[in-house]
């Protein structure tokens, strides 16, 4: 069974989406660890009530982001975490902790990449105008949202669409997508090729 982390910084309902995956055994692993950088983050409530560790990591209790991440890296570590599953953590982790931390990171992004990276994607799409939308779960490398594409689902922009309820249509593909995808890997299911990523 492998050991997967989360972090998340919010209302961490992709969190509870694995929870509820976990729980009826369709993970292929464990959640054993729930990281935030946001006290008082609903998605640390969520790990509370499944019985699973948690701990905060407010920038405010470090002197600096180089000294936080290393302390959520070093926890990370401790759990003895296996594969890390980002789920709406809004942080970007630097290339020193990906090269230190040596696990495959997934994370999910609420747009069909390569468009509409970074924040407020739901926002730009509405903005651009796109007639589809969606989203992705990724494995993260150093760039943006950029790293090698492992499922995605699409839905659909309505005209009378605004970014909350784009954002509530895309989320429920998000709860699909995630456990699944986060099964795949953890149960070796996925074969990378580079970028190319394929479920074996
Ligand atoms: C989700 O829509 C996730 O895709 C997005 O934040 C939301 C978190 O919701 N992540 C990003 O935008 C990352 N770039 P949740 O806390 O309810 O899971």
């Given at each position: 069974m492998m050991r997967i982390g989360v972090l998340a910084s919010g209302r961490g309902s992709n969190l509870q989406a694995l929870i509820e995956a976990w729980k009826h055994g369709?993970?292929?692993?464990?959640?054993?660890a729930v990281g935030s950088d946001?006290?008082?983050?609903?998605a640390l409530k969520r790990a509370e009530e499944a019985g699973i560790p948690h701990a905060t990591f407010p920038l405010?209790?470090?002197?600096s982001r180089k000294e936080q991440e290393n302390a959520i890296l070093n926890w990370l570590l401790e759990q003895k975490v296996e594969l890390l599953a980002l789920a709406g953590f809004m942080k970007v982790l630097s290339k020193e902790f990906l090269h230190d931390i040596q696990i495959p990171i997934l994370n999910i992004h609420?747009?069909?990449?390569?468009?509409?990276?970074?924040?407020h994607a739901q926002k730009q799409a509405l903005e651009y105008g796109v007639k589809i939308s969606g989203c992705t779960v990724h494995f993260v490398d150093e760039?943006?949202?950029?790293?090698?594409?492992i499922a995605q689902e699409a839905v659909p922009v309505l005209p009378e669409d605004t970014e909350d309820s784009l954002s509530a249509r895309i989320l429920e593909a998000e709860h699909r997508i995630y456990p699944e995808a986060v099964g795949w890997v953890s149960s070796g299911r996925i074969k990378r090729n580079g970028r190319i990523v394929v479920k074996l």
């Open positions: 369709e993970l292929n692993g464990e959640l054993v946001k006290e008082g983050a609903l405010s209790h470090f002197p609420p747009s069909l990449l390569p468009s509409f990276q970074g924040l760039g943006l949202d950029s790293g090698p594409i």
